[in-house]
């Protein structure tokens, strides 16, 4: 996995990205923010859709509200980024919307785009 930062409106934001999961389970995530905070300082993180494990985008897991609550617990904001088009649920189609109606998390398709999300918050 790699871990840049970039600065965008005044904000630095870390980008994760590569072709291998790490992010299979509540304690892989808290692992991934303690290194971004590690190695960046930031507390906004764009992370690839790659990233994940796909039980993540399997509400029934459960994962993905469990995982989602600790960033906002810490204070971490997050943009999920990829094509989230090849999910059929239904269910997961609102839980992206809502959440991108949110301040904390947010899924877009491209990196640029969450980017200039995350460096427009407060």
Known sequence: MNIT???AG???IAVASGSEIAIEDVQSAMDLMASVQYETGCDRIVINKSLFSESFF???TRL???ILQKFVTY???VAIVGD???YSSQSLRD???ECNKGSHIFFLPTEQQA???LSTLQ
């Open 5 to 7: 930062k970039v600065e």
């Open 10 to 12: 005044g904000k630095h």
């Open 58 to 60: 399997d509400l029934k």
């Open 64 to 66: 993905a509200g469990e």
């Open 75 to 77: 204070r971490v904001k």
């Open 84 to 86: 989230f088009s090849v």
């Open 95 to 97: 839980f992206i919307y």
């Open 115 to 117: 980017i200039e999300k």
